[in-house]
């Protein structure tokens, strides 16, 4: 259920993490970390709690009075957690093959997106985010970050209606001709000005030649 990485959806790792932020948090410090569902500001969010142990705390097992339940269950392989304004009660779960499923009650309620035909998934690739417009309860507007069979990063709009995304209404927005399999970055985020920001990573592989250049300091 889930993936295996610090900070991702449903299966927290506590050695993934203590590995991650090691230099900062020393591993007896780190009491546990947490993936809960939770309301804020009335929207149902994954919220990923990082407790850390005061300096006088040696005990590395969470409080007794810790009471965690999965929340819901039933994905393959999801890689990002969203919701969208004017559906409360909605969550909705990026699948990395190419779907996006949406969640209510606890229980998987149906399908937003499913362009499996047009997604490279595995390893790094994949169907990696959504974002949904600010003002989807109007528009009707998403966007989803994904890589395609050649291996390649497009950002494609779609509006949807009744629940499900009108594939005939795709409109690029990015083309990334990417060089290698990972590092590719793909989370998409609406930030306070209302702008969509798209992430990206490095390109991937190790060892590139010709990328470090020398210089004497001496003149």
């Known amino acids: 259920m889930g993936v295996r990485s610090c900070g991702l959806l449903f299966e927290p790792s506590l050695q993934c993490c203590t590995e991650r932020y090691a230099g900062r948090v020393r591993r007896e410090r780190l009491r546990s970390v947490l993936i809960v569902a939770a309301k804020v500001g009335g929207a149902i969010a994954l919220v990923v709690l990082l407790v850390i142990f005061k300096p006088f705390v040696h005990s590395r097992e969470p409080s007794s009075g810790s009471n965690l339940r999965p929340y819901v269950s039933g994905f393959q392989s999801p890689t990002f957690v969203a919701t969208a304004s004017g559906q409360p009660n909605r969550l909705y779960v990026v699948e990395q093959a190419g779907t996006i499923r949406y969640v209510e009650g606890g229980r998987i309620a149906g399908k937003l997106l499913d362009i499996r035909s047009r997604v490279g998934s595995g390893g790094e690739r994949g169907l ?14 998403l966007y989803v970050d994904y890589t395609d069979k050649a291996g390649d990063t497009r950002v494609i709009a779609f509006r949807s209606r009744k629940s499900r995304a009108v594939l005939a209404s795709a409109r690029q927005l990015l083309f990334v001709d990417q060089p290698y399999s990972n590092h590719n970055g793909g ?11 798209v992430g990206m990573g490095d390109g991937g592989a190790q060892g590139d030649p010709g990328t470090v250049r020398r210089t004497s300091t001496s003149g």
């Open 128 to 141: 990696l985010s959504v974002a949904f417009s600010p003002a989807y309860e109007h528009d009707h507007l």
């Open 187 to 197: 989370q998409l985020q609406f930030g306070p000005d209302g702008l969509l920001y």
